[in-house]
């Protein structure tokens, strides 16, 4: 028995029983919190896994090559540490182009494109065995960066980007401070972990450029509907870690009527105030003229968060 | 009627798909009717009394409402597809194959319009929902898929391999392979599957040998439909 090799089945089938495969019976898990879940639970469970065979199509009436969406998580997913560098074998009996030009053409997720990356194989269902004992690139970090990352082109599927947009905007704040957050739990979606995996590249965490507070401390104010999720645990890293660590502080507040109602600006050094604030999306600007005359005010708005 | 439930608060259907869907549904008047927000409860019910389907969007407000009208089709059998911007891919009802449970917006605004142009081609038809879900190109996608399913079967067979009783009447493999056959001859594919059926019955073959056919079959029922 090869258990060093798994590959994923659907019912009666069981190429895994005949080869000496790892059989990893599929659930028709087809959300990418479903998948993170899975692929997760999978690899905690058979740690000897160092090859994996995944059809192309998994699932009931499948046009929408979810195989290749596992795979994706696979590579994509940092807790699997080095197993999402192993090599993934896809099975169709399409070729390469034929999947991406039906991708193309169907405006489907483009997730074919992983086919043309290092560390990956498609082949025919009767190739099977063959590919499985003579496939065995591994890739390397660093051709994950260079040679794999590059080639993704993966877009965001949630209707309301503007969350995506914060959540990935607090990840990538706490990046640059070097902190871990533990108030916003990783999404699973995969275009996130594809932007989350290709910051790596970049970002290290920075250092601060002083603000001449660091004696009194910075006393701020955070108006964001998202400050908990993330943004008030970064922020707050950030005074405390950087300026003073006794005397700064971090006042949230996480809806508009609060902060309308609220006159008490006076005494803060720095307010951040989310410009798409709800329930009066766009008019936060508006009201922070009229109602502040405070010089320090930091806009912020998702998209801001994100690329900024 | 087919009854699609929008509400288009931010006029994404005239924005967001490369098209005004709001301009191109106006083409099908007798087809399709869009409704951006419920008036009646009694409105309603007229609606559902004369659905031939009902298309509604998973964040159609308020959402107790939607998940009424999605109750009650699925109570009248009419058929259901709900799409949404939350799931990558398409998630189709376990038990009742007229419900997709959901589907990509995007997908399914893409779909709809050949769809709805295949609808009115073909009045005589009765509506399926696989085909807004597989495209124009709803024989070639299935038999694509029918052919990747096969091959696996197959090769996991390799060794074993027996026409009869691996193709035994109800087993999907042989309601995958019949529907090669509705592709490739719509008007008798009954009698060329049994002469098919007849040849590989009296006829020792190999699993690979075997698949070999069936790749044939779905590059000419590619010829034929692209």
């Given at each position: 028995?090869?258990?060093q090799?798994a590959?994923?089945?659907e019912?009666k089938?069981s190429?895994?029983?005949?080869?000496?495969?790892?059989?990893l019976?599929?659930?028709?898990e087809v959300t990418?919190?479903?998948?993170?879940?899975?692929?997760?639970?999978?690899?905690?469970?058979?740690?000897?896994?160092?090859?994996?065979?995944?059809?192309?199509r998994?699932g009931?009436?499948?046009t929408?090559?979810?195989?290749?969406?596992v795979?994706?998580?696979?590579r994509?997913?940092?807790?699997?540490?080095?197993?999402?560098?192993?090599?993934?074998?896809?099975?169709?009996?399409?070729?390469?182009?034929?999947?991406?030009?039906n991708q193309?053409?169907?405006?489907?997720?483009?997730?074919?494109?992983?086919?043309f990356?290092?560390?990956?194989?498609?082949?025919?269902?009767?190739d099977?065995?063959t590919?499985?004992?003579?496939f065995?690139?591994?890739i390397?970090?660093h051709?994950m960066?260079?040679l794999v990352?590059?080639?993704?082109?993966?877009?965001?599927?949630?209707?309301?980007?503007?969350q995506?947009?914060?959540?990935?905007?607090?990840f990538?704040?706490?990046?640059?401070?070097?902190?871990?957050?533990?108030?916003?739990?990783l999404p699973?979606?995969?275009?996130?972990?594809?932007?989350?995996a290709?910051t790596?590249?970049?970002?290290?965490p920075q250092?601060?450029?002083?603000?001449?507070?660091?004696?009194?401390?910075?006393?701020?104010?955070?108006?964001?509907?998202?400050?908990e999720?993330g943004?008030?645990e970064?922020?707050?890293?950030?005074?405390r870690?950087?300026i003073?660590?006794?005397?700064?502080?971090?006042?949230?507040?996480?809806?508009?009527?609060d902060?309308?109602?609220?006159q008490?600006?006076?005494?803060?050094?720095?307010?951040?105030l989310?410009?798409?604030?709800k329930?009066?999306e766009?008019?936060?600007?508006?009201?922070?003229?009229?109602?502040?005359?405070?010089?320090?005010?930091?806009?912020c708005?998702?998209?801001?968060?994100?690329?900024? | 009627?087919?009854?699609?439930f929008?509400d288009?608060?931010?006029?994404?259907?005239?924005?967001?798909?490369g098209v005004d869907?709001?301009?191109e549904?106006?083409?099908?008047?007798k087809?399709?009717?869009?409704?951006?927000?419920?008036?009646?409860?009694?409105?309603?019910?007229?609606?559902?009394?004369?659905?031939?389907?009902?298309?509604?969007?998973?964040?159609f407000?308020?959402?107790?409402?939607?998940?009424y009208?999605?109750?009650?089709a699925?109570?009248?059998?009419?058929?259901?597809?709900?799409?949404?911007?939350?799931?990558p891919?398409t998630i189709w009802?376990?038990?009742n194959?007229?419900?997709i449970?959901?589907?990509?917006?995007d997908?399914?605004?893409?779909?709809?319009?050949?769809?709805l142009?295949?609808?009115?081609e073909?009045?005589?038809?009765s509506?399926?929902?696989?085909?807004l879900?597989?495209?124009?190109?709803?024989?070639?996608?299935?038999?694509?898929?029918i052919?990747?399913r096969?091959?696996?079967f197959?090769s996991?067979?390799?060794d074993?391999f027996?026409?009869?009783?691996?193709?035994?009447?109800s087993?999907?493999?042989?309601?995958?392979?019949?529907?090669?056959?509705?592709?490739?001859?719509?008007?008798?594919?009954?009698?060329?599957?049994?002469?098919?059926?007849?040849?590989?019955?009296?006829?020792?073959?190999d699993?690979?040998?075997?698949?070999i056919?069936?790749?044939?079959?779905?590059?000419?029922?590619?010829?034929?439909?692209?």
């Open positions: 028995m090869n258990n090799i590959i994923i089945e019912h089938i190429l895994g029983e005949k080869f000496g495969f790892t059989r019976e599929y659930l028709q990418d919190q479903k998948i993170d879940e899975w692929i997760n639970q999978i690899f905690d469970q058979h740690s000897t896994i160092e090859k994996i065979i995944i059809p192309a998994l009931k009436d499948d929408d090559y979810t195989g290749l969406r795979g994706l998580h696979i994509l997913t940092k807790r699997l540490n080095a197993k999402r560098l192993i090599p993934i074998i896809f099975v169709s009996e399409q070729t390469k182009s034929e999947i991406i030009s193309i053409e169907n405006n489907k997720e483009k997730t074919g494109y992983l086919l990356t290092p560390g990956v194989k498609l082949v025919s269902s009767f099977i065995k590919a499985a004992e003579t065995n690139t591994t390397s970090e051709e960066k260079i990352l590059p080639k993704l082109i993966l877009t965001n599927q949630r209707e309301q980007g503007h995506l947009a914060n959540e990935w905007g607090a990538r704040l706490a990046k640059f401070a070097g902190k871990e957050l533990t108030t916003l739990k699973p979606d995969l275009y996130f972990k594809y932007q989350f290709k790596d590249i970049n970002i290290q250092k601060v450029s002083f603000i001449g507070l660091e004696k009194k401390g910075c006393n701020a104010l955070l108006i964001d509907d998202y400050a999720k943004w008030a970064v922020l707050e890293h950030i005074l870690s950087h003073n660590p006794h005397r700064s502080k971090l006042e949230i507040m996480t809806n508009f009527e902060a309308y109602a609220s008490n600006y006076e005494d803060k050094d720095i307010i951040f989310d410009l798409r604030l329930p009066e766009d008019k936060a600007s508006e009201w922070a003229q009229t109602k502040l005359s405070h010089p320090w005010i930091n806009f708005v998702g998209s801001r968060k994100l690329w900024g | 009627m087919i009854y699609l929008d288009n608060e931010f006029g994404q259907m005239s924005s967001n798909y869907m709001l301009e549904l106006s083409n099908f008047p087809l399709i009717k869009h409704i951006n927000k419920v008036a009646k409860n009694e409105e309603l019910d007229d609606m559902l009394k004369i659905a031939t389907a009902i298309f509604i969007h998973a964040s407000s308020p959402s107790k409402l939607k998940d009208i999605c109750k009650k699925e109570e009248r059998h009419i058929p259901l597809v709900v799409f949404t911007g939350q799931e891919t009802d376990d038990k194959p007229k419900i449970r959901k589907i990509k917006k997908r399914f605004y893409h779909y709809l319009i050949p769809f142009k295949h609808c009115q073909y009045p005589q038809e509506l399926e929902i696989r085909k879900v597989f495209g124009k190109n709803y024989e070639v996608e299935k038999s694509l898929i052919q990747d096969l091959g696996l197959l996991f067979r390799t074993i027996n026409y009869e009783s691996d193709f035994k009447i087993t999907q493999e042989r309601k995958d392979l019949l529907e090669l056959f509705f592709f490739l001859y719509p008007e008798n594919y009954e009698i060329e599957f049994l002469n098919f059926h007849n040849r590989f019955k009296n006829q020792q073959t699993a690979r040998s075997f698949f056919e069936i790749k044939n079959l779905v590059s000419t029922i590619i010829h034929i439909y692209e």
